[in-house]
């Protein structure tokens, strides 16, 4: 079973080189246009890496959306800062939901949905603890509890437990599994006293 320091290893050697492979023109960070019909660019990603490249690349999607939504003031810094890719669609760019960025290749057999189910708790915690120690780092002013109460509650991130009650398949979709694992991850920084 993977281990968050095996996606950590990932993230930190492999998925920049991964996302110049995903984004040959780094000039322009967008994508998501025809994500629906063919996930453009996954296919230059090495089969074997796409769940780490995958879960990598939403919640870096997901961090810079939620900076956007919810935190606008302190956003032009955190942009200036990283440069994040933006997953969008139309002549506006028109910000998509992250969770397709799992969701469609999964559904369309691009990547293996055996290593999605073996890296995504240790992405969430990858995740939670690369945002706790960014924010300290380079935007102390922000508080990482309070981030992450925002995206757990964001209605394109939050997926009540209702809906599993209303379709008990919604628990099996990767979307859902990343959610839950999120809100885990986040109650152990909490209980750790991270946050």
Known sequence: MPSTSDIRKYYLTEFRDDLILFFPNQAIPYFGHSWSYDCRGLENIARQKRAQFLLCLYFTVLVDQAMHEHFRDAYSRF???TRYPK????????????????????????????????????????????????????????????????LIYDPDVQIPEIFVSLDPTTKDRIEYKVYRALRESVKRANENGAL
């Open 79 to 81: 942009e200036g800062l």
């Open 87 to 150: 997953f969008c669609h139309g002549l506006n760019q028109f910000q998509k939901n992250p969770r397709a960025i799992l969701s469609t290749p999964n559904e369309k057999g691009l990547v293996d949905s055996g290593a999605l189910d073996d890296y995504y708790q240790p992405a969430m915690d990858l995740f939670v603890g690369e945002v706790i120690s960014f924010f300290r780092k380079h935007m102390p002013e922000m508080v990482a509890a309070e981030f992450f109460d925002k």
